[in-house]
């Protein structure tokens, strides 16, 4: 099965900073989610994006829903200790019965 | 409280053995999923149903076995069959989109907490 391309696969970055990652797809999406998982856990939703354009927040997070529908992008802006994590993009098509595809993850690591 | 559990935590298995994975809703969700997570690596889709009594297949189903007899559970059988089976596995739920006009975010997945399954 495809997965999405997530870029950069790592980063390090020190508390304060802002932080940006992208996901890109060689196929049309019509919904974009995006996931951060802690070691040993679960994912867990961040944000949801359904048009072409869009962007939405979540406290420090934004994310856009690229205008292509092939490609979305996170942003975190004053990153804290706690964002620490893997930061997972997905995309649906609601034709395809509810399937997500996940992109390969971008690891984050913040420095004090 | 409304959730999804997956139990147990921890599992070690000796090869050539089967295995069950368990997970629960509680959220009246239709539609559930299974998926692997390797090291490193992202989420692929083992089996997922979207209506009690039916599943089908996801990217990665040789090797493994499902059954939906109730709404709130969907247990996931690792077999002997399965050549890698160490990993990492998540269930989700989802509220589902079998209804016309339904929002967008019925396909939003929620995930439980994982079950790492060790085979020695």
């Known amino acids: 099965g495809q997965q999405l391309n997530q870029s950069p696969q790592s980063m390090f970055i020190q508390e304060g900073e802002d932080v940006s990652m992208n996901c890109t797809s060689s196929?049309?999406?019509?919904?974009w989610l995006w996931y951060k998982q802690d070691p040993g856990e679960g994912p867990v939703l961040l944000i949801a994006l359904y048009k072409a354009g869009e962007l939405t927040s979540n406290g420090r997070l934004t994310a856009q829903f690229g205008i292509t529908r092939k490609d979305s992008f996170l942003n975190i802006s004053a990153s804290i200790p706690s964002d620490v994590g893997i930061y997972f993009c997905a995309g649906l098509n609601t034709g395809t019965a509810s399937k997500l595809t996940f992109g390969t993850g971008t690891r984050l690591q913040v420095t004090l | 409280d409304g959730g999804i559990t997956q139990s147990p935590k921890y599992l070690f298995r000796k090869e050539g053995q089967n295995v069950t994975l368990s997970c629960e809703q509680n959220?009246?969700?239709?539609?559930m999923y299974w998926y692997r997570q390797d090291p490193g690596q992202g989420l692929r889709l083992i089996y997922y149903?979207?209506?009690?009594?039916?599943?089908q297949k996801g990217d990665i189903a040789e090797g493994y076995s499902v059954s939906r007899e109730k709404k709130e559970s969907f247990p996931l059988t690792v077999t002997s069959a399965q050549k890698n089976p160490t990993a990492f596995y998540l269930c989700?739920?989802?509220?589902?989109?079998?209804?016309?006009?339904?929002?967008?975010?019925?396909?939003?997945?929620?995930f439980g907490p994982g079950t790492r399954l060790t085979v020695l």
């Open positions: 196929s049309i999406f019509n919904t």
């Open positions: 149903s979207q209506i009690v009594n039916d599943f």
């Open positions: 959220l009246n969700h239709d539609a």
């Open positions: 989700a739920s989802s509220m589902g989109v079998r209804l016309a006009g339904a929002p967008s975010s019925y396909n939003e997945q929620f």
